[in-house]
């Protein structure tokens, strides 16, 4: 059985390495006691990357995702790369180009979020697009609006932070809760806000860039009807 695993990402979106030691090793993937690899949830992939064993070994890791039995952090190895084992030292490398499009696109959704006035009841992060889905009925929707209101923002250059707050205060402000369908990570007893004062705040467990103007220029795709109820707006980066 392993334990939990500390979270660097959590506090330090920007880590792109740190030591670890695995404390345990199923089918599923290697789980470590600590990681800047993050994993999958939230409409966000999992990272990849290496761990690096003491010896020169190398795995490569295709996928990160939460363990079912304990909620450690499974780290999935490619097929046939070499075996780790519980006690070993490791080095954790992301894959930082691809981490980063993750966190430029996941702070570009929280911009849309803020201009379009809607629940939101899905979405997905990739590197190159995004998409968020809203309860609009019979809504028009200006895509070149919404494109240009998401520029301003990112030309304004806004700080992302994050601050903790309780369960009960999370409990006690349900106007915080944006996502309708995937609700803020509980139970271990506090709740992460992502905030762009003046902007948008909402509760996130992913990661973001620390000021909106590193998320570069977008361009707002396809619009789609889902359903009688639901919008989906395409975004990507542009150029």
């Not at 792109?16 to 409409?43: H, K, M, P, S, W």
């Not at 020169?56 to 909620?71: K, L, P």
């Not at 467990?205 to 359903?227: D, F, M, P, Q, S």
Request: hydrophobic fraction near 35%; glycine fraction near 12%.
């Amino acid at each position: 059985m392993g334990i939990m695993t500390e979270e660097i990402f959590r506090e330090d979106a920007y880590a792109r390495t740190c030591e670890a030691t695995v404390t345990a090793v199923d089918e599923v993937g290697i789980q470590l006691n600590r990681t800047v690899f993050y994993a999958a949830g939230g409409g966000q992939p999992g990272d990849t990357g290496i761990l690096k064993a003491a010896d020169g070994r190398e795995v490569a890791i295709v996928d990160t995702v939460t363990s079912r039995t304990n909620g450690g952090h499974c780290h999935v190895p490619a097929d046939g790369a070499p075996a780790l084992s519980v006690g070993e030292t490791v080095t954790a490398e992301i894959d930082w180009d691809r981490r980063f499009a993750h966190m430029r696109m996941h702070t570009a959704l929280h911009l849309l979020c803020a201009v379009v006035d809607g629940g939101v009841t899905g979405g997905s992060i990739g590197a190159e697009k995004g998409r968020l889905d809203f309860d609009l009925p019979d809504t028009t929707l200006d895509k070149e609006q919404i494109a240009a209101d998401l520029n301003r923002l990112v030309e304004e250059d806004h700080a992302m932070t994050a601050r903790w707050i309780t369960d009960q205060e999370m409990d006690e402000s349900a106007d915080l809760v944006r996502t309708m369908s995937v609700q803020p990570p509980r139970g271990s007893g506090r709740v992460r806000l992502m905030e762009m004062p003046g902007v948008d705040l909402q509760p996130c467990g992913g990661t973001h860039v620390a000021r909106t103007g590193e998320i570069g220029r977008l361009r707002v795709g396809k619009i789609e009807n889902k359903g009688k109820h639901n919008r989906r707006i395409n975004i990507h980066f542009d150029g």
